[in-house]
């Protein structure tokens, strides 16, 4: 079955620890999205990238990582630095950039 | 610059009646556009698409909307709504021609929460 994998689904972490949220697609796309949302404020993009090996900050990329080593994958890490990390956090693949997006369940971290 | 505005954060149809959520954009270039929906605390699905073909665009579970470049709207309909529509809906545009690594990005609006009472 073919799909993007977000894990895990719920997250909790304490203030000062980095976290890597997993995401994983067998859609063969080359195009892969972080996003991030908030109550009232739709999704904000953290960092994309187009093609392997290559990524891009998006609006909101401070205190965020991300790593495209593999086509399949694209984790993203929420560092100490991230000054508001809890947050719904949804990971998105497309064919190719400004196709459709195809969208993974979520992960919703929440720091204390 | 690109932008999404979705001019309701929230509209309430009673079951059976008409739906329209309504949606604006700016563009530069010839857009790409696109209506999400979102159940709670789940990911997006892909509604419907807009790529410069036919400007009444159908959608899944009954859902079309119309391209109106004159007007720069995109507004999302449904003649008669249904209990499981309740969800939050957004509008989303990318551009099809654009620079460097801006090229194909999507811009999404602040989404409008539809409830559907019985």
């Known amino acids: 079955d073919g799909g993007i994998t977000q894990s895990p689904k719920y997250l909790f972490r304490k203030e000062g620890q980095n976290v890597t949220l997993s995401c994983e697609q067998n859609l063969n796309h080359d195009a892969m999205y972080w996003y991030r949302q908030d109550p009232g404020q739709g999704l904000r993009l953290i960092y994309y990238s187009q093609i392997v090996n290559d990524f891009q900050k998006g609006d909101i990329a401070e205190g965020y990582s991300v790593s495209r080593e593999k086509k399949e994958s694209f984790p993203l890490t929420v560092t100490s630095a991230q000054k508001n990390p809890t947050a719904f956090y949804l990971c998105?693949?497309?064919?190719?950039?400004?196709?459709?997006?195809?969208f993974g369940q979520g992960t919703r971290l929440t720091v204390v | 610059a690109q932008s999404v505005t979705q001019l309701d954060s929230h509209v309430s149809v009673s079951e059976g009646t008409p739906v329209l959520l309504r949606c604006n954009y700016s563009?530069?270039?010839?857009?790409?556009l696109f209506w999400y929906v979102q159940h709670p605390n789940k990911g997006l699905q892909l509604l419907l698409k807009?790529?410069?073909?036919?400007?009444l665009v159908k959608g899944i579970n009954g859902f079309e909307a119309e391209f109106k470049k004159s007007e720069t709207s995109f507004h999302l309909t449904k003649p008669s709504a249904h209990m499981s529509d309740a969800a939050e809906y957004f509008c989303?545009?990318?551009?099809?021609?654009?620079?460097?690594?801006?090229?194909?990005?999507?811009?999404f609006g602040r989404g409008t929460q539809l409830t559907v009472w019985p």
């Open positions: 563009s530069s270039y010839s857009p790409s």
């Open positions: 807009y790529t410069s073909a036919a400007t």
């Open positions: 998105a693949s497309s064919i190719a950039a400004n196709t459709e997006a195809f």
């Open positions: 989303v545009v990318s551009d099809q021609v654009g620079r460097g690594s801006t090229l194909g990005r999507l811009y």
